[in-house]
């Protein structure tokens, strides 16, 4: 009598744990989904936003409104425009 019972809860637990853990791996697996586009947006946008903040100086600089600047004068604005430009679009 004890040994059916025995088997009995040994078959419930491991119906319980193969019930249990083919929860959590597809809890994994909607997680892991659900990251990869969320990854690849972020990524795409700084990626985008790098460009986008040269592209913005670009058109001040080369139309000559920037001439009276030095080369090293227009490097930093080059590099402050770039930081506040990448900041916007990672925020």
Do not use: K, T, W
Request: proline share 2%; charged share 15%.
């Amino acid at each position: 009598m004890f040994q059916n019972n025995n088997v009995f809860i040994s078959q419930l637990e491991s119906g319980l744990v193969d019930y249990a853990l083919s929860a959590l791996v597809r809890a994994q697996r909607r997680v892991y989904l659900l990251s990869v586009p969320l990854d690849l947006a972020m990524s795409l946008f700084a990626y985008v936003g790098a460009i986008a903040s040269f592209l913005v100086i670009a058109v001040p600089i080369f139309s000559g409104y920037y001439d009276d600047l030095s080369e090293a004068e227009l490097a930093d604005l080059v590099s402050e425009n770039a930081f506040v430009c990448i900041n916007l679009v990672g925020n």
